[in-house]
């Protein structure tokens, strides 16, 4: 096996000040945990001190929520994470769709013991839940991807350093969320966000289209365009100006109507706009210049150095001759780059598991493997698969048969069992139905007809808070409580794109059972209807509206 | 506590763990729904709850909905349900995931 030269991974290095803030909490925190313990702080007051570190209370035990900066991870904080399932928790976690990983067994007397643990990997939980700037999101493929405009990530960790801790913005009237695309294709869903960043051409050869105000959940909105090229000395200042408006004029007494989309809603676009310039005007002076020094800083440390040269070599012989190699490349590999180079997706969506699971065991397969052919670097996606960014052509085979070993070769990336699903009533304390069978029942009843299927999105939400991104799924679907029986809603014509879309609610919903035979029928319809076999499910859709799937779901004959 | 029917069962979460919870004839807290004590009277369930509501030692004590079918008692509410049995076994991890190839 010959593999590439280890290299300094391009990814964010902590530094002293990094590391003793980070300790600092745990301190804080281990502190708060023995007060709690002890009596001396009730539960009233401690909820908000343990959500600040990630630390949930859900339906059968805590969950502890850790930030994965930007979705990148080096391989022995993946290994580091394993080392955490596995000590303190049930062996296996989650990955989510905000790139994050969650533990869902952790107990509370061990919730210091594990920050202490991920300090010790530069890593925390901070922010990962309240009302507060949560992790910044951004393109998995970030680095790779060939149709990069800019790396997004130096921005996305400046971004967060701005962010983390700032003393304004920890008790925002709701939680916030940011993301950043850097590609002429958007993989981050930057329109479903608080406020969207888009890195386009600009006069300092980037800037930043900014979008505000979109969201899923209970009112999902798509976001608006507040700014065009918007330069990158003017980003964090016309950051602070938004939140800041925000959280002067964001509702605080109904959270239903507390996210930015209302209050953007509310003021109307240019109202909105006048009273960030107005902020802009008071405080021209609140950025001085020091911040585009500490992004330089933080841009070295991503610089994106050649790859070393690879022969194709074993990659082409086994291409030809396997067909199930060839088959995982077509799905699961995506083009690099540098043309010897490729991403490799690892679908943690195997047909029958629990979307975005993984064993301890396959989370140091996965790093084994990036140490071993992908220069250490990880990535997890908001489609809750891990992302290995830089693998040589040659090293394929290698790493397909590797991940075969460990049940993590399920060529499926863009099918239907590739689906998003919450962690749904299984575990959450504010599910209104259960994610994960269904997600299950979909990914092996459709299994024999997937490659037939073709490109297909599903994305299941446990209740109307929309963690599984329902709205912008081809196919939505929404678990609620309806009279005391487990109902599911569905949605057709999402995106997530750049031309994000909402999708049309079908009308009632489906018992889980009633659920597969609509599905049944929507896709015979779709495949008598489709112009070629090559038309996606969506672009059917989009070509004839939803009213035939409309019909084919609630089993009414339709003349087309 | 929300408004409800009798019967019910007195549930928590325990504090240092998290673990659900439920309150025994002997008013002392066990893991198993099965030996949860029934209250026929909600006056005197609610006042059970604030007895034994040790903010110490449980989190989030409650009222729990229950039924009784062929002399054994299930929750009224599936959420109830999955609470007092813990996520379908579905939800574990295997390493023995498929290695899908439809060609």
Redesign the interface.
């Given at each position: 096996m010959c593999f590439p030269l280890k290299r300094v991974i391009p990814m964010y290095r902590y530094n002293d000040f990094d590391r003793h803030f980070v300790r600092e909490r745990v301190a804080q925190y281990r502190d708060q945990v023995e007060r709690r313990l002890s009596g001396a702080l009730t539960e009233e007051e401690f909820k908000p001190l343990r959500l600040m570190n990630g630390v949930y209370l859900q339906l059968h035990a805590y969950m502890l929520r850790v930030a994965i900066p930007y979705g990148t991870l080096a391989a022995h904080q993946m290994r580091g994470l394993a080392d955490i399932a596995e000590r303190w928790d049930r062996g296996y976690g989650h990955f989510t769709t905000r790139q994050n990983i969650q533990f869902n067994w952790p107990k509370l007397v061990d919730t210091p013991d594990i920050l202490a643990a991920l300090a010790d990997l530069d890593m925390h939980a901070i922010q990962t839940s309240g009302n507060t700037i949560r992790n910044v999101t951004t393109d998995h493929l970030a680095g790779a991807a060939l149709d990069e405009i800019a790396d997004p990530r130096p921005y996305a960790e400046w971004i967060r350093q701005w962010s983390t801790d700032h003393p304004e913005f920890q008790f925002l009237p709701r939680k916030f969320k940011i993301a950043i695309s850097g590609g002429v294709t958007d993989r981050a869903v930057v329109r479903a966000h608080d406020i969207g960043l888009r890195l386009v051409p600009g006069m300092d050869g980037v800037a930043f289209d900014v979008y505000v105000g979109g969201g899923l959940g209970r009112t999902p909105v798509v976001g608006t365009r507040i700014f065009d090229q918007l330069p990158v000395s003017e980003l964090l200042a016309h950051l602070e100006a938004i939140v800041s408006v925000y959280n002067l004029h964001g509702r605080r007494d109904n959270k239903y109507k507390a996210r930015i989309k209302i209050l953007l809603q509310a003021m109307g676009l240019n109202n909105f706009k006048a009273a960030i310039n107005n902020y802009l005007e008071r405080n021209c002076d609140a950025f001085n210049g020091l911040e585009l020094a500490e992004l330089a800083r933080i841009q070295a440390g991503f610089e994106i150095q050649a790859l070393p040269p690879r022969e194709g070599g074993a990659y082409w012989q086994r291409i030809d001759a396997d067909p199930a190699f060839r088959e995982w490349v077509e799905r699961n590999v995506t083009p690099h780059r540098q043309e010897d180079y490729a991403s490799v997706t690892i679908s943690l969506k195997a047909h029958g598991q629990a979307p975005g699971d993984a064993s301890a065991a396959q989370m140091r397969t996965m790093a084994d493997l990036a140490e071993d052919v992908g220069f250490s670097e990880l990535r997890v996606s908001h489609q809750q698969n891990i992302v290995l960014p830089h693998v040589a052509l040659a090293d394929l085979p290698e790493v397909f048969e590797r991940l075969r070993q460990h049940g993590l070769a399920t060529a499926n990336i863009g099918l239907i069992s590739d689906l998003i699903a919450c962690p749904g009533m299984d575990y959450c304390a504010l599910a209104t139905a259960r994610s994960i069978p269904i997600g299950q029942a979909i990914a092996t009843r459709y299994q024999p007809m997937e490659q037939l299927l073709g490109p297909l999105s599903i994305k299941i939400s446990g209740c109307i808070n929309a963690c599984g991104h329902h709205h912008v799924g081809d196919i939505g679907i929404l678990g609620l409580d309806k009279a005391g029986m487990e109902n599911y809603q569905v949605t057709l014509g999402g995106r997530p794109g750049l031309d994000t879309a909402l999708g049309e609610k079908m009308g009632p919903g489906f018992s889980e059972a009633e659920l597969m035979s609509a599905l049944d029928r929507l896709f015979d319809r779709y495949l008598t209807l489709r112009q070629t076999s090559s038309e996606a499910f969506a672009e059917t859709v989009l070509r004839l509206g939803t009213e035939p799937f409309k019909a084919a779901l609630y089993g009414v004959e339709h003349a087309a | 506590m929300a408004k409800m029917g009798a019967p019910v069962v007195i549930s928590a979460?325990c504090?240092?763990?998290?673990?659900?919870l439920y309150l025994g004839p002997e008013r002392r807290w066990r893991a198993d729904f099965a030996g949860a004590h029934v209250y026929e009277d909600l006056s005197t369930a609610n006042a059970t709850a604030s007895a034994v509501d040790d903010?110490?030692a449980v989190?989030?004590v409650e009222l729990v909905a229950v039924k009784i079918r062929g002399g054994s008692t299930e929750p009224?509410?599936?959420?109830e349900t999955?609470?007092a049995q813990?996520?379908?076994a579905?939800?574990?991890?295997?390493?023995?995931?498929?290695?899908?190839?439809?060609?």
């Amino acid at each position: 096996m010959c593999f590439p030269l280890k290299r300094v991974i391009p990814m964010y290095r902590y530094n002293d000040f990094d590391r003793h803030f980070v300790r600092e909490r745990v301190a804080q925190y281990r502190d708060q945990v023995e007060r709690r313990l002890s009596g001396a702080l009730t539960e009233e007051e401690f909820k908000p001190l343990r959500l600040m570190n990630g630390v949930y209370l859900q339906l059968h035990a805590y969950m502890l929520r850790v930030a994965i900066p930007y979705g990148t991870l080096a391989a022995h904080q993946m290994r580091g994470l394993a080392d955490i399932a596995e000590r303190w928790d049930r062996g296996y976690g989650h990955f989510t769709t905000r790139q994050n990983i969650q533990f869902n067994w952790p107990k509370l007397v061990d919730t210091p013991d594990i920050l202490a643990a991920l300090a010790d990997l530069d890593m925390h939980a901070i922010q990962t839940s309240g009302n507060t700037i949560r992790n910044v999101t951004t393109d998995h493929l970030a680095g790779a991807a060939l149709d990069e405009i800019a790396d997004p990530r130096p921005y996305a960790e400046w971004i967060r350093q701005w962010s983390t801790d700032h003393p304004e913005f920890q008790f925002l009237p709701r939680k916030f969320k940011i993301a950043i695309s850097g590609g002429v294709t958007d993989r981050a869903v930057v329109r479903a966000h608080d406020i969207g960043l888009r890195l386009v051409p600009g006069m300092d050869g980037v800037a930043f289209d900014v979008y505000v105000g979109g969201g899923l959940g209970r009112t999902p909105v798509v976001g608006t365009r507040i700014f065009d090229q918007l330069p990158v000395s003017e980003l964090l200042a016309h950051l602070e100006a938004i939140v800041s408006v925000y959280n002067l004029h964001g509702r605080r007494d109904n959270k239903y109507k507390a996210r930015i989309k209302i209050l953007l809603q509310a003021m109307g676009l240019n109202n909105f706009k006048a009273a960030i310039n107005n902020y802009l005007e008071r405080n021209c002076d609140a950025f001085n210049g020091l911040e585009l020094a500490e992004l330089a800083r933080i841009q070295a440390g991503f610089e994106i150095q050649a790859l070393p040269p690879r022969e194709g070599g074993a990659y082409w012989q086994r291409i030809d001759a396997d067909p199930a190699f060839r088959e995982w490349v077509e799905r699961n590999v995506t083009p690099h780059r540098q043309e010897d180079y490729a991403s490799v997706t690892i679908s943690l969506k195997a047909h029958g598991q629990a979307p975005g699971d993984a064993s301890a065991a396959q989370m140091r397969t996965m790093a084994d493997l990036a140490e071993d052919v992908g220069f250490s670097e990880l990535r997890v996606s908001h489609q809750q698969n891990i992302v290995l960014p830089h693998v040589a052509l040659a090293d394929l085979p290698e790493v397909f048969e590797r991940l075969r070993q460990h049940g993590l070769a399920t060529a499926n990336i863009g099918l239907i069992s590739d689906l998003i699903a919450c962690p749904g009533m299984d575990y959450c304390a504010l599910a209104t139905a259960r994610s994960i069978p269904i997600g299950q029942a979909i990914a092996t009843r459709y299994q024999p007809m997937e490659q037939l299927l073709g490109p297909l999105s599903i994305k299941i939400s446990g209740c109307i808070n929309a963690c599984g991104h329902h709205h912008v799924g081809d196919i939505g679907i929404l678990g609620l409580d309806k009279a005391g029986m487990e109902n599911y809603q569905v949605t057709l014509g999402g995106r997530p794109g750049l031309d994000t879309a909402l999708g049309e609610k079908m009308g009632p919903g489906f018992s889980e059972a009633e659920l597969m035979s609509a599905l049944d029928r929507l896709f015979d319809r779709y495949l008598t209807l489709r112009q070629t076999s090559s038309e996606a499910f969506a672009e059917t859709v989009l070509r004839l509206g939803t009213e035939p799937f409309k019909a084919a779901l609630y089993g009414v004959e339709h003349a087309a | 506590m929300a408004k409800m029917g009798a019967p019910v069962v007195i549930s928590a979460n325990c504090l240092a763990t998290g673990a659900v919870l439920y309150l025994g004839p002997e008013r002392r807290w066990r893991a198993d729904f099965a030996g949860a004590h029934v209250y026929e009277d909600l006056s005197t369930a609610n006042a059970t709850a604030s007895a034994v509501d040790d903010p110490s030692a449980v989190v989030g004590v409650e009222l729990v909905a229950v039924k009784i079918r062929g002399g054994s008692t299930e929750p009224r509410h599936y959420r109830e349900t999955i609470r007092a049995q813990g996520p379908g076994a579905y939800v574990l991890p295997t390493e023995t995931g498929d290695t899908h190839v439809s060609v």
